[in-house]
């Protein structure tokens, strides 16, 4: 078995672009594979179940017109990207690449460009996603699919081909195609190639053009129904398995939701209760704290007027103490403040010699009781001498009488002692030296009431 794909009608150098490499990265079972066309053509050679078929349902026409419904090469439409892209594979979400390179020989030398579709698929969502791109580049020599063993991912393919050279809707894209690589402007024309592409591809097409089956054929290929509306409604029927088995999960899931919700409804009636209890709380504290909030704005308002008053207050008092602070500088600047000055002075000196008058005092006082006590202690002593005295007199009378009776005469006996009273007499008029050195002056006790005034009567 084998299966050809080339550009036919092209002759070399015509200036029209020629298939010249194609290459599968990451999707289906191939790892990494290019193909090389010769002069246009491409001739895959092996036994069944190779990848022939599917190397052609992934390359062309799918890079042309981006139609994943029209995959499978027998038109069945079985082979879909999600079951290329995850089946048989444990990976939950996987990139892969497809691309296809032209080039073109003209006037100006060789040009390239390659059309190519990188497809994201998720294990977890079970889709598969394409994006197309277009660019000059090359495969391989400008761009590299790969970065670290790891498919290149779609951020750095846009960054290198540039973001308005990636889309990732098929109408978008064979519009690209349509007119950088056939020239066309007209979406029908390169909708009606693109479906002639796909009925020539299929295995059973020789068969029916050698048993006259060509001119059904051509007709096959005539502009068919609204894109939007094939679309709309290829959609819908490849959808409808997947509608039914999703309605059954539905109903399922519907019917948990009801007996959930059921249960759920009791416990949001009793969380509703409960809050609706704590709300009524709260408007309540809500209420008593604006009722302390217009008490608190009444005593503010009234504290302000206080505060206004106090103010006025204080500005007057200010005025007061600054007029009062002028006054007393001029006060102290005049001459009666100047002679009230000199007064305290003096007032301070005669103070000062006031309490150097009442030390003296004081020193005298002391000195007049010891003098005092000293004349007791005199007094005393003198009494005593006068009763020795007596005593000595009546002995000296009584030794008197005796002599004169034994005989002897009383000048053996001496004088007899003087009378106590003369003593007494003669001690006190003994005089006592002023310490001022004002000479002797006899010495007399001051009465209480001149020793109570002496300092006021003699301030100096």
């Given at each position: 078995m084998s299966r050809e794909l080339g550009t036919a009608g092209a002759p070399h150098g015509s200036g029209r672009y020629r298939l010249h490499r194609a290459g599968i990265r990451n999707v289906w079972q191939y790892d990494e594979q290019e193909f090389a066309f010769g002069d246009g053509r491409l001739l895959l050679r092996g036994k069944n179940g190779a990848g022939k078929s599917k190397a052609l349902e992934l390359l062309l026409p799918y890079l042309l017109d981006g139609d994943a419904r029209a995959l499978d090469a027998t038109g069945t439409g079985r082979t879909t990207l999600t079951w290329l892209m995850l089946d048989g594979f444990e990976q939950n979400n996987r990139l892969g690449y497809l691309w296809v390179e032209f080039r073109r020989i003209d006037g100006e030398g060789e040009r390239f460009l390659t059309l190519g579709a990188a497809i994201r698929a998720s294990k977890s969502a079970n889709t598969a996603?394409?994006?197309?791109?277009?660019?000059?580049?090359?495969?391989?020599?400008?761009?590299?699919?790969?970065?670290?063993?790891?498919?290149?991912?779609?951020?750095?393919?846009?960054?290198?081909?540039?973001?308005?050279?990636?889309?990732?809707?098929?109408?978008?894209?064979?519009?690209?195609?349509?007119?950088?690589?056939?020239?066309?402007?007209?979406?029908?024309?390169?909708?009606n190639l693109t479906q002639l592409l796909h009925r020539l591809r299929r295995p059973t097409i020789g068969d029916r053009i050698e048993s006259g089956g060509l001119v059904a054929v051509l007709g096959e290929t005539l502009p068919g129904l609204d894109e939007e509306v094939v679309d709309k409604v290829a959609r819908n029927l490849d959808d409808l398995d997947n509608v039914r088995d999703d309605l059954g999960r539905l109903e399922k899931t519907d019917a948990a939701l009801g007996q959930f919700l059921g249960g759920y409804r009791g416990y949001l009636h009793g969380v509703l209760r409960r809050r609706t209890a704590r709300v009524g709380d709260e408007l309540g504290r809500l209420g008593e704290r604006r009722k302390a909030a217009g008490d608190a704005a009444k005593l503010v308002g009234e504290l302000t007027e206080g505060e206004a008053v106090a103010a006025?207050?204080?500005?007057?008092?200010?005025?007061?103490?600054?007029?009062?602070?002028?006054?007393?500088?001029?006060?102290?600047?005049?001459?009666?403040?100047?002679?009230?000055?000199?007064?305290?002075?003096?007032?301070?000196?005669?103070?000062?010699?006031?309490?150097?008058?009442?030390?003296?005092?004081?020193?005298?006082?002391?000195?007049?009781?010891a003098a005092?006590?000293?004349?007791?202690?005199?007094?005393?002593?003198?009494?005593?001498?006068?009763?020795?005295?007596?005593?000595?007199?009546?002995?000296?009378?009584e030794l008197g009488e005796s002599a004169d009776r034994a005989g002897i005469g009383r000048a053996h006996l001496g004088e007899a002692a003087a009378a106590p009273d003369t003593v007494l007499a003669g001690a006190a008029e003994t005089e006592v030296t002023d310490p001022d050195g004002g000479g002797l002056q006899p010495w007399s006790r001051p009465s209480a009431a001149g020793a109570a005034n002496w300092p006021q009567q003699n301030p100096w």
């Open positions: 996603k394409p994006y197309f791109f277009t660019t000059t580049l090359r495969i391989g020599h400008d761009l590299q699919l790969a970065e670290g063993g790891q498919p290149l991912p779609l951020d750095r393919l846009r960054a290198i081909v540039g973001a308005d050279q990636v889309q990732d809707r098929a109408a978008d894209h064979r519009v690209r195609v349509a007119r950088e690589l056939f020239g066309i402007t007209d979406s029908s024309r390169y909708r006025e207050q204080c500005d007057r008092l200010h005025q007061e103490y600054e007029d009062a602070k002028a006054e007393l500088e001029a006060l102290r600047l005049s001459a009666g403040y100047r002679s009230l000055q000199e007064l305290g002075e003096r007032r301070s000196t005669v103070a000062a010699l006031r309490t150097a008058a009442h030390s003296a005092f004081a020193a005298w006082q002391l000195a007049h009781d005092e006590a000293a004349g007791g202690t005199v007094s005393l002593g003198a009494d005593r001498v006068g009763s020795a005295l007596r005593r000595l007199g009546a002995q000296h009378k």
